[in-house]
């Protein structure tokens, strides 16, 4: 037995003459297909496609273990590279981001999973500049990813010009050692050496491995090998019959490269109708930051489902997310400050339908990651993210740390839910719903303490606001959410005792809005809106009601949000200084009642 798993290891690490032939045809096949597929669709890099051919050979004919007929069988090998195809389940065509998603696939295959499957990476040199990959390697060094292999396909060719010295094969090779990979430094068009390197990658224990693989671009086509202003252009039509006609007649067999199939050892996991353990605990009055409610939540989440897991970029003891890993450490995954690769991990770790993912931080760093989270979507992942210390009510923790533009980099992400949770209970049921919503979800959290509104019984729906205060004598409509739905509620009480009636509504979820529900309101308030948000105008949720009610003739809004560029205080202070308090709501709602002019004030 001994004897037979050392014969079937040696001829995995050397192949027989005839696999390494068949191999080395492979790689020319697919630069058959590179020209093809490139020419007829015009646009493309197949120069790029030469120069990895033989290390995809290898990859997907000698080394990777998968089924051919079902390439999203969650105990495949994966692989990762910029683009999307039926192997390639993630887009990460923005370059520099399919290192973190494919560490986040490795981590779910390590640490969730505990599975056999290993994860491939393949790279180009000119998207090293990129800072995120950086992180991912210093990420997947931490975690001993040792079932992670990062390909480097080095041929020195950037976009519009060579690269740099830096980006040669032996200086990669010593910053992957420095970040603490095992690294390797290969002939990427020798079939035999690729196939040793990938052997030895698996032997590794504790470690990633970098394979820094020297190539040329545009491998074995004449006039385009290794020559410059080739990146992107497809054959001319006219040349490709003869480079194929010259390739073709390398191709020395015929022998058919079937796959080695894989482990199946990935356990079965459920991921859909998770329901709240119990109800929850707040009682009316009780004064809660919704941060704080979103990591209780989190923790009883845990409970309900035991594929839930929350990533945090070292802001836990700020966004409560140290509540589900209190719980719950072995599902808890530390990023820290490294917020792009965060996000590419959640990406990798949603895959598959392995997990269900938060991702928790400051709202304001989220936007760094912009990049990243719409690439996401691209995807259609399954990921929540949590962004926490939004508007000026953080307070004296000052500027950087506001988030006044998150909402409206939310709301152009396609088929992604916005919430807003305005206390406790919303948001415990905010987490639930983001926790069974196909799609990618925000949730928007809250710094101060703010008092509980709803009962334990009140129940939630995406898309549906609530009307939290009203009487048949109302004469307006204001609308708020977060702290300002506080103020909304204060500026009733002050005004109620002035004999001016008004209605309050609560959002809940910024997209999708219930338009319905603000129509009808408005209507019967006599078409006068006004919203309050912590939040700048542009994007924010003022421009959305004004959206939903634009085909409206006799609405009209008035907005107050947060301008400027704002300053460290008290929460109290800043919400005065910017207009956005209970006293500038009562001041609006009368000089609206008094003069409709003031509107454009």
């Known amino acids: 037995m001994a004897e037979a798993a050392g014969t079937a290891a040696d001829e995995e690490a050397r192949p027989d003459v005839k696999t390494l032939q068949a191999l080395r045809d492979m790689a020319n096949r697919l630069r058959i297909h590179s020209i093809r597929a490139t020419y007829i669709s015009s646009p493309g890099h197949p120069s790029s ?15 990777m273990r998968y089924k051919q007929s079902n390439p999203e069988n969650v105990h495949n090998d994966r692989f990762i590279l910029s683009r999307r195809l039926s192997f390639v389940e993630v887009l990460t065509g923005s370059l520099g981001q399919e290192l973190g998603t494919a560490c986040g696939m490795a981590y779910t295959g390590r640490y969730f999973d505990k599975a056999s499957y290993r994860v491939f990476c393949l790279m180009g040199d000119g998207e090293t500049s990129e800072g995120s990959i ?20 080095v041929n020195c060719w950037g976009k519009s010009g060579t690269m740099p010295p830096k980006y040669f094969p032996e200086t990669c090779r010593m910053r992957c050692e ?32 970098a394979i820094v693989a020297k190539t040329f671009k545009g491998r074995r086509i004449p006039n385009v090998e290794d020559a410059e202003n080739w990146h992107g252009r497809p054959m001319p039509r006219e040349r490709a019959d003869a480079i194929i006609k010259l390739i073709e007649s390398q ?12 482990v199946e050892d990935s356990p079965p996991v459920n991921i859909t109708n998770i329901e709240m353990t119990s109800p929850t605990t707040y009682k009316v009055g009780d004064k809660v930051a919704t941060r704080k409610a979103y990591g209780v939540a989190l923790a ?55 997990t269900i993912a938060f991702v928790s931080s400051f709202a304001a760093f989220l936007t760094r990651a912009f990049d990243q989270i719409r690439m996401c979507a691209a995807s259609e992942a399954n990921i929540n993210f949590v962004g926490s210390h939004c508007g000026v009510s953080v307070g004296e923790d000052g500027p950087s740390q506001m988030a006044l533009e998150d909402l409206a980099m939310f709301r152009t992400i396609p088929n992604c839910t916005v919430f807003y949770p305005s206390d406790a209970v919303s948001t415990e049921h905010a987490v ?32 549906q606001a609530k009307v939290v205060r009203h009487s ?23 005004l109620a005792k002035q004999d001016i009636p008004v209605r309050v509504i609560d959002l809940f979820t910024i997209k999708p809005l219930d338009a319905a529900t603000i129509i009808s309101n408005a209507k019967a308030t006599g078409g006068r809106l ?36 704002p300053r460290s205080g008290r929460p109290s202070e800043l919400l005065e200084m910017f207009g956005i308090s209970a006293r500038h709501i009562v001041a609006t709602v009368k000089c609206l009642l008094v003069d409709e002019t003031c509107r454009f004030l």
């Open 432 to 463: 639930y719903l983001a926790a069974n919503t196909k799609g990618m979800c925000f949730i928007r959290t809250s710094r101060p303490e703010t008092p509980v509104i709803y009962t334990q019984y009140e129940s939630f729906e995406i898309g």
């Open 178 to 209: 420095a970040f603490g990979w095992n690294t390797f430094v290969v002939d990427g068009h020798d079939v035999e050496a690729l196939c040793q390197v990938f052997w030895q990658a698996a032997q590794v224990k504790n470690k990633p491995t």
């Open 49 to 63: 496609c030469y120069s990895a051919a033989e290390v995809m050979s290898v990859l997907f004919f000698h080394t």
């Open 251 to 262: 191709i020395l067999t015929t022998k058919e490269l079937i796959p080695k199939p894989p």
């Open 300 to 354: 009883k989440l845990g409970h309900a489902n035991e594929r839930v897991i929350v990533l945090d970029s070292d802001t836990k003891n700020s966004t409560f997310s140290e509540l589900f890993k209190k719980e719950h450490p072995e599902r808890f995954v530390e990023c820290f400050i490294a917020e792009q690769n965060m996000v590419s991990v959640a990406l990798g770790c949603a895959s598959h339908g392995r």
């Open 134 to 153: 950086w992180e991912a390697l210093a990420f997947a060094s931490h975690y001993n990813l040792d079932n992670l292999v990062a390909i480097f396909n």
């Open 530 to 565: 006004l919203v309050v948000e912590d939040h700048h105008q542009e994007g924010g949720i003022g421009e959305a009601v004004c959206a939903a009610v634009s085909m409206e003739p006799d609405i009209l809004v008035q907005q107050l949000a947060v301008s400027g560029v």
């Open 472 to 494: 048949v004598n109302d004469k307006i409509t204001v609308i708020g959410a977060g702290v300002t739905l506080h103020e909304a509620l204060a500026a009733a009480d002050d």
